[in-house]
């Protein structure tokens, strides 16, 4: 082809012709597909050039014409892919975004694989492009299926393979981008992105189609993600609030709606086990953990079919992974502390480990639950011992409570009622922090059954007056709204 136009060459989207570059895992998915009956399964995030690798190497292998190519992301593909399953004589069958598929559709699909599989067919083949983890999910339906398919993971492609890409393109535009090494670092491993900063660097330095004479183009990196940015900000920036505040905005709480989405774009791989995130960010533990075990992030995500359109939530494993490989750019290039204050959130940073942390007496306990929950439906950390058992099992109690009564808890709320000077623990643990009532992170939450004494040490300290005889709940919906407030200031 001659006089190739900018748009053929860095192509931002359908397959490259001039600037292919076979991945790593290219000869793998040639074998694959000439093994009679066997399924294949290529995963791997969103941009790194899953489906380009297939359409090539079926190319090459003489069979791009015979495949039925099927999308889940279509209803009449779906509609297709249900009436299929179980057929024979289908030739290559290539199933893209297989995630999106209902969990009834991928069972049906793993049993069909294995059956091809066991009688190795060379008339029907399925080959599954997903994100992720998609082999995983397979197998969970069918756990001896993992012998039968052959999985074949894309990782981020090597520098020199981004490298390579980046220069077919200037063979072809007889340019020389200055900035290669820049696009490299940029592009994360993923082919896409270094496309679409090939492309602009192009459109800016004026270079449409092949050049007669070379030329050198200077035009720095900076100046061009600033512009991607902008013009991605008119798509994504909307979408990224609503993720990272959540069904409700709680601006003293500890965020973790923001949090999750800030470890996704940190992430070098465009995917997280939250899980995994957790253990890497045990100040966030608590209040990321409440909105996976109720279920908010789930129903969140469900309750907004946008979401779908730029990240994938896998509420059976709790995986999250980057659909559009351009949200993934503009994710990375927010400025994240600038981000938490245009929200409005006021602890992004967190000194302490826990907010508050509860001591009561066990009488106390259902008060003490009550304002657990009040306190973590705003996404505040809260240290209460019935939440931690599983964590404290086989540890020594005393090593493992110390230290969030002396300093890990910014803020101890202590429930003195009459039984609370007679409890073992109760006395161990405001043994823990009875230093820190000149330091004003101690407060007292004093029962009127049990006022102390004027000359008792805790009467100069302010604190909260709770009667057992009123209404229970409007009092400590009361104490709850205090305690944010406390922390708010």
């Known amino acids: 082809m001659s006089n190739p136009k900018l748009e053929e060459v860095y192509k931002i989207s359908g397959i490259p012709s001039y600037t292919f570059v076979e991945p790593v895992e290219y000869n793998k998915i040639i074998v694959s597909l000439r093994t009679p009956g066997r399924g294949i399964v290529i995963e791997g995030p969103s941009g790194i050039g899953k489906t380009v690798a297939v359409m090539k190497a079926l190319n090459k292998n003489g069979i791009s014409d015979i495949t039925m190519k099927l999308s889940a992301r279509k209803p009449n593909d779906v509609a297709t892919i249900e009436k299929i399953i179980g057929q024979r004589d289908l030739g290559v069958v290539l199933i893209d975004d297989f995630h999106k598929l209902s969990a009834e559709l991928k069972e049906r699909i793993a049993d069909f694989l294995k059956t091809l599989a066991d009688e190795e067919k060379d008339d029907t083949k399925i080959v599954i492009v997903g994100i992720n983890r998609a082999g995983d999910t397979l197998i969970k339906f069918a756990s001896d299926l993992g012998n039968r398919i052959d999985i074949i993971r ?30 490299i670092a940029e592009s994360h ?3 896409y992105l270094a496309q679409m900063l090939a492309h602009e660097i ?7 189609e092949h050049c007669k004479q070379k030329q050198i183009i200077s035009v720095s990196l900076e100046v061009i993600k600033q512009i991607i940015y902008e013009r991605q900000s008119l798509t994504f920036k909307k979408i990224t609030k609503d993720l990272a505040t959540g069904p409700r905005l709680r601006k003293q709480g500890r965020a973790p709606y923001f949090n ?18 957790i253990r890497n960010n045990p100040d966030h533990r608590s209040s990321v953990q409440q909105i996976i075990q109720k279920g908010y992030l789930k129903d969140f995500y469900n309750k907004n079919p946008d979401f779908s359109k730029v990240i994938h939530l896998d509420s059976s494993t709790y995986t999250l992974t980057v659909e559009d490989p351009q949200f993934i750019f503009f994710l990375r290039n927010i400025i994240w502390n600038k981000f938490a204050k245009q929200l409005g959130y006021k602890n992004i940073h967190f000194e ?34 019935e939440n931690e058992k599983h964590r404290i099992l086989a540890q020594n109690i005393e090593d493992y409570l110390g230290p969030i009564y002396k300093s890990e808890a910014k803020y101890v709320v202590c429930l003195l009622s009459p039984n609370y000077p007679e ?67």
């Open 154 to 183: 894309f990782e981020t492609n090597p520098q020199e393979k981004i490298m390579e890409l980046i220069e077919k393109g200037e063979q072809a535009l007889n340019i020389e981008i200055s900035s290669k090494n820049d696009i």
């Open 189 to 191: 491993g993923s082919f």
């Open 202 to 208: 192009c459109l800016t330095g004026n270079i449409l």
């Open 260 to 277: 999750v989405l800030y470890w996704l774009a940190k992430s070098d791989s465009w995917s997280i086990s939250i899980d995994d995130e």
């Open 352 to 385: 302490s480990k826990y907010d508050f942390a509860l001591s009561f007496a066990g009488q106390d306990r259902e008060i003490a639950k009550m304002i657990f929950e009040g306190l973590t439906e705003n996404e505040i950390d809260v240290f209460y011992d």
């Open 423 to 489: 409890r073992i623990w109760a006395k161990f643990e405001s043994e823990q922090f009875k230093d820190r009532f000149g330091t004003h992170s101690v407060i007292p939450i004093i029962f009127k059954t049990s006022l102390p004494s004027m000359f008792d040490p805790i009467s100069k300290v302010g604190s909260i007056c709770y009667d057992p005889s009123k209404d229970v709940e409007s009092q400590l919906n009361t104490i709850v709204e205090l305690l944010i407030k406390k922390l708010d200031d």
